[in-house]
């Protein structure tokens, strides 16, 4: 029976799954630290972040080895590979694949430091260079991290190495295994800040607004062009296995998720969470991005809504008044706690409300959370804990408003990604309640890597479109 393997190069990790394509069932799987950060201290301390690209591809080829073995006999049954991974970054390269500069991830924050010849920070002079009506075009307002934003901020100092390219991490990481020269793909691209996702191309206008050249960017290919085939033998992977086009992690945790694209609302949570529907058209409004889909379509998404590092910050919290007043170790079981006691608070948390935006949100980093209606009978830990979670659906729902309010549709199922909602069940209860829907959760954990499996099995044509590969091979039930 034919193997589909999906990798996905993820920020904290990197996965691996070998998907058997009669039944969608994972039937190998490998996992990887990403330990590529070489950020130093100093850099660290001013909101740097930047990752040795070498180390990411070794990681990914070890974990490639790692789900080989576990096939066994049965790699000689991998038909082809779909890849995924973190977006917005940025990798410069020479006209070798060699890197020039390490990997700038989206986490990097120096597009908010002041240029030193203007009262701007590189993030508002980006902004104003391709103009207020840009996100009509590109999908999305540029952002800290955002491979367009580092690029502007490179060639206005003049520190753009000549004749590179740039590049997102798995568009480096298709053309190193197979040789070829690399290629990028909408859902990618459309993370940069200057991609027309009307026209599913760069956009020349904006490019040529901050100062930079056409040549940077590579060409774009759809997720089931075949980018070459592998020549990696340290993966345990048959060489000649055909690598396709990789996409986007938003993009292909949706991918990899929904099995009915045209009735469902997708909820992902993590550290941040994300709220996202399928559409055929190009109208949005903000706070909503217009995302390429693969192979077609797009997502309309509101994304850095409040996620798990909420819930965090008051775990954290807890915790520091543990260490102070009582001189207490944090305890590891603390969110187990947690939820216990939120448990036992009544839905409405007894009036207490928090809006829990402890970090600002995608449009506006200056706004702050808040808690309200503090009285004494619900100025407790179990009401906080509540409070919090219910602030978190809260947000989630008033994202999945925002996506309403520009389309039609009414998506009469609600789909989960992410830990955040799968190990947590009073938030996915809480969630479930603020939608009016039944919560599901997809069989396989690893939606990224799946999505990416989905891309391959459409490469090879197993499947005539991504429709109807998730149609097939994705199951979900209200068990988490």
Known sequence: MPILVGVDLGTTKITSIAVETSTGAIVAIGSVANDANITSEVDRARSRSEW???????????????????????VNDVVGIGVTGQQHGMLLVDSDLRPVYPLINWQDRRALDRMPTRDLTWLEAARAAIGSDAWHRTGCWLHPGFMAVTLFELATRHTLPAN??????????????TGRPPVTEPSCAGSSGVFDVRKRDWNDEAIKALGLSRSLFPDVHEANDLVGRLTDRSTGLPAGTPVFTAIGDHQA?????????????????????????????????????LRPFPCGGNLLSNVGLAGGWSYQVLEQFFADVGRRFFQSAPSTKLYEV??????????GADGLRC????????????????????????????????????????SLHEGFQAITNVTANRPTKLIAAGNGLRENPLLAEIVSQAFGLPIQFTKHREEAAFGAALVASVGVKIFANLEDAAKTLIHTSTDA
């Not at 994300?274 to 559409?279: D, E, G």
């Open 164 to 177: 590179s390219r740039a590049l997102f991490i798995m568009d480096y990481f298709t053309a190193a295994i």
């Open 338 to 347: 947690m939820n216990e006691l939120a448990g036992e608070v009544p839905s």
């Open 52 to 74: 040795q690209p070498e180390k990411i591809l070794a990681a990914a080829s070890r974990c490639l080895s790692q789900m080989s073995q576990q096939l066994g006999s049965g």
């Open 355 to 394: 809006e829990p935006r402890f970090s600002g949100t995608r449009l506006d980093p200056t706004v702050r959370g808040s808690i309200t209606e503090l009285s004494p009978h619900n100025f407790n830990a179990g009401h906080l804990a509540r409070a919090v979670l219910e602030g978190m659906g809260r």
């Open 253 to 289: 945790s949706f991918l990899g998720s929904v099995a009915d694209r045209r009735n469902s609302v997708l909820v992902n949570v993590g550290t941040g969470a994300q709220v996202a529907m399928f559409t055929e058209g190009v109208e949005f409004v903000a706070p909503i991005e």
